[in-house]
């Protein structure tokens, strides 16, 4: 098993040869220095949820769903159509939006493997730039959680627990600093609320999947937790339009883990998996009701609030700071994203999730390679279309997992 985990290391670092820069650790906090707070450091807000697949939205296209409250956020925003996980899997995932960091050099390869402890954070980030930052809901992966801490640490300086309370503690804010809030929303992920409002009968199975009753019954849940997502989002915009000082001076992100826990999507290197919902509002800086085609991978997120606050981004992350994109959503950002994944480090010996992949995606086409004595002959490839368009004889992609 060590050989093969050593293998599929070697591989990953041929295949994606750009992230070979050392990672970037945590400075002493006794010797960091906490930024000097201007007045035009935007507020930050990130609203990110769990498994929710790209496609699963009114603005991303699915009239069936219901998500009023994701229109109404597109409408103030500029939506990313080609938005791209680094991992589909949570930890791995949800490490390198927080860390700038691919999975494989923050630590968190492995499903449920945490953050080294010397790896700085978001967080961190942002208490010496100076904010007042607050953790609500589901938090992410690091070493000893996500707890209270001092100013300066790798750690959120307060945690307010479930994300139901967010859109009080937006409505009362009234610090000095400027405020940096993650809002860590667990729906849509398993175990799913039981459907109540969606008509199994009628929901849009997509033509990869099997269309069974028991399809459209678990559509139908996920569809609802969806739903319910959505509803907790309303209440937090509704608490931002109540503070239109402070949503004046606020760059507001909305974003996913990873893909639904559905055929193709979590824990697999499709479109499915990977491509994820992303829209950015800020008050005369980003055009309201815009799209953009530049691709863009979360490992962006962190260096992206970096510059916007007015902070310089750190040598070694692999992430890069999109935000010329959203002030001009013509700009070009990447020409290729990667992704990656490993398998379960909390599951039994031959667990049927460790099976290494690793992802390029161009803006045309995806190119999967697994490297797993799971697969005959151990290699795996795939070409796949962007969109998930038709395709005629000329186009027809090239697919071939040997042994799937």
């Known amino acids: 098993m060590l050989n093969r985990r050593n293998t599929c290391y070697r591989i990953a670092m041929a295949l994606f040869a750009c992230f070979t820069a050392s990672p970037l650790v945590a400075e002493d906090e006794k010797a960091a220095a906490v930024s000097e707070v201007t007045s035009n450091q935007p507020n930050i807000i990130f609203f990110f949820t769990d498994d929710h697949g790209w496609r699963d939205s009114e603005p991303y296209g ?55 402890r010397d790896i700085k ?21 690091l070493q000893g959680g996500w707890g209270l801490s001092s100013p300066g640490s790798n750690r959120y300086t307060q945690g307010i627990g479930d994300v139901d309370r967010a859109d009080e503690y937006i409505r009362n804010y009234k610090g000095e600093k400027p405020l940096f809030m993650y809002i860590g929303c667990g729906p849509p992920h398993q175990p799913w609320q039981k459907n109540k409002i969606y008509e199994p009968e009628k929901i849009p199975v997509p033509p990869n999947f ?31 339009d109540a503070r239109e000082d402070l949503k004046k001076n606020t760059l507001f992100v909305f974003s996913t ?39 863009i991978n979360l490992a962006d997120v962190l260096p992206t609030f ?69 697969f005959v002959g151990g290699i795996g490839c795939s070409f796949e279309e962007r969109g998930g368009a038709p395709r005629d004889s000329e186009q027809q992609s090239l697919f071939c997992v040997l042994g799937v």
């Open 257 to 295: 883990d990873q893909g639904a826990h559905l055929p193709f999507g979590k824990w697999n290197l499709y479109d499915t998996g990977l491509r994820v919902p992303f829209m950015a509002s800020w008050p005369g800086v980003i055009e309201p009701g815009s799209k953009t085609e530049s691709m």
């Open 62 to 116: 699915n009239p069936y769903i219901k998500t009023p409250n994701m229109t109404r956020l597109a409408k103030e925003s500029m939506q990313f159509m080609h938005a791209y996980a680094a991992s589909p899997t949570c930890s791995p995932s949800r490490s390198t939006v927080v860390t700038g960091l691919m999975p494989h050099r923050c630590g968190a390869d492995f499903f449920g493997a945490p953050i080294a």
């Open 306 to 374: 970096l510059e916007a606050s007015g902070e310089s981004i750190p040598d070694g992350l692999d992430g890069r700071s999109f935000l010329p994109v959203l002030k001009d959503g013509s700009q070009k950002h990447r020409d290729v994203v990667f992704g990656t994944h490993t398998g379960n480090n909390n599951g039994p010996e031959g667990n049927h999730n460790n099976n290494p992949m690793r992802t390029i995606r161009t803006p045309t086409h995806r190119y999967i390679f697994g490297s797993s004595e799971q």
């Open 210 to 240: 099997v269309d069974t009753p028991e399809t459209r019954l678990a559509m139908a849940d996920y569809y609802q937790d969806v739903t319910v997502m959505d509803e907790k989002l309303g209440k937090v915009l509704d608490a931002l």
């Open 121 to 141: 954070v978001m967080s961190g980030y942002f208490n010496e730039a100076g904010y007042h930052t607050v953790s609500a809901g589901k938090g992410g992966y």
